[in-house]
C-alpha cells in the first residue's frame, strides 16, 4: 500500500505505527497521541467483547448482550470485533485524520470530495482519486463541522484505469472529541475505559450513554469501516447511523432496534452503535467492584445492580441461548 503525500500533509505529522497499517495525520503529538491510545483501548476492548461472547451464561455478559442483540448476531459480532482487535495486522488500510484539508468541495459535483484516496494505475504509479463524493451540503459548512465521520474508498471508472481503493477507509475524529471538557461541563465523562475501570464509576455519569471515552468514537467509525460496503463501485456502507429515516444513536435507541428488528426489517448489526455499545459495557468493569449488570444502561457504581426497571429488551433471567457451534 502506497500514499502519496499532498504539500500540506508535509506541514503535518504522520504517525504510523510500525507494524500497522494505519496512519494517524494530525498536526501534533498531543492529538496523535490520544487517538493512538484510543485505537489501543478499541482494540483491547474488542479483544475483551471476544473473550465474554464464549462466556453466553455468564451474568454480566447475558446483562450487557440481550437488550441489544439475539444469539444469531453473534458470529457477525464476532467478525467485526476480530476486525478491529486485529487493527494493526488486517490489510484494511485505514487513515485517521485530525482535519479536513483533504475534503473539496466540488461545484460541478454539488458535494464534498475526499481527495486523499490513492489507487496505482497501469503503468505502475501512484495516483490520486478526487471524484469520491462523500456528502452532500453546502460549499461554507463542512461534513466535519459537528463529529467525526467516516469514508470508504471504492472502485470508480477512470479514463484508462479502474482506480481500486477498496481496501482504503479515512476516518476523520471530531477535534471536540480529541480535547473534550474534562470536567463534565458537556454532560460526558470522558476518562478511558481503562481510567473509569481503575478509579471507579462517577456516580454522575453511570449510565453509558453519559460515558463517553474517545475509544468510543473510533470503536463507532471501525464499524463503519469494517462493516464494508454494500457493493465495490460505490462508496454506500453496510453499517450506518441513519436507517429508513431513523437515527441510531445511544442505549434506548439501540435497544429499540433490537426489539423492533421484525417490524422495522432491519437488525442493530446494521448500525454502528450497538456493536460498540455492547463492547463497552462488556469492558466497562471496574476493579475490586462487583460486577457491573448493564441490563438497563444504567448502574449503581457501588454495587452494580441495574438502575431503573428493564428496558424492552431486557431479560431478568439473563440467559443466552447456545451462541455459537461450530
Not at 435497544?255 to 463497552?280: C, E, F, M, W
Request: proline letters at 7%; glycine letters at 8%; charged letters at 15%.
Amino acid at each position: 500500500m502506497w500514499c502519496a503525500i499532498y504539500d500540506w500533509v508535509l506541514l503535518a505529522l504522520w504517525v504510523i505505527n510500525a507494524e500497522a497499517i494505519y496512519t494517524i495525520q494530525c498536526t501534533d503529538l498531543s492529538s496523535s497521541a490520544k487517538i493512538q491510545s484510543a485505537i489501543t483501548e478499541a482494540s483491547a476492548m474488542a479483544t475483551n467483547a471476544l473473550a465474554q461472547l464464549l462466556l453466553p451464561n455468564e451474568a454480566m455478559v447475558a446483562a450487557a448482550f440481550t437488550p441489544l442483540f439475539i444469539a444469531s448476531d453473534v458470529p457477525t459480532l464476532q467478525g467485526l470485533y476480530t476486525k478491529v482487535q486485529n487493527i494493526a495486522t488486517d490489510p484494511f488500510f485505514v487513515t485517521f485524520f485530525c482535519d479536513e484539508n483533504h475534503i473539496q468541495w466540488s461545484d460541478p459535483r454539488n458535494g464534498w470530495m475526499d481527495t486523499a484516496y490513492t489507487y496505482t494505475s497501469k503503468d505502475g504509479k501512484i495516483k490520486h482519486v478526487t471524484q469520491y463524493r462523500i456528502a452532500a451540503g453546502n460549499p461554507g459548512t463542512l461534513p466535519g463541522t459537528k463529529g467525526s465521520y467516516t469514508s470508504l474508498g471504492y472502485q470508480i471508472q477512470m479514463t484508462a484505469d479502474v482506480a481500486d481503493c477498496s481496501d482504503q477507509a479515512h476516518v476523520y475524529v471530531w477535534p471536540t472529541r480529541i480535547n473534550p471538557p474534562t470536567d463534565g461541563s458537556d454532560g460526558y465523562d470522558h476518562r478511558s475505559l481503562s481510567e473509569i475501570n481503575s478509579q471507579g464509576i462517577d456516580p454522575n455519569f453511570a449510565a453509558l450513554d453519559t460515558i463517553k471515552p474517545l475509544s468510543e468514537t473510533i470503536f463507532h467509525e471501525l464499524m463503519h469501516v469494517y462493516g464494508g460496503l454494500v457493493n465495490p463501485t460505490s462508496g454506500v456502507k453496510k453499517i450506518v447511523d441513519v436507517i429508513n429515516g431513523n437515527r441510531i444513536r445511544g442505549y434506548q435507541s439501540c435497544v429499540s432496534t433490537n426489539v423492533n428488528r421484525l417490524v422495522n426489517g432491519y437488525t442493530p448489526l446494521q448500525a454502528a452503535d450497538p456493536p460498540t455499545i455492547l463492547a463497552k459495557a462488556l469492558y466497562l468493569q471496574p476493579k475490586n467492584k462487583p460486577p457491573m449488570m448493564w441490563d438497563t444502561g444504567v448502574v449503581d457504581p457501588n454495587t452494580g445492580t441495574p438502575v431503573g426497571l428493564p428496558g424492552p429488551g431486557a431479560n431478568p433471567k439473563r440467559q443466552i441461548a447456545v451462541i455459537w457451534e461450530g
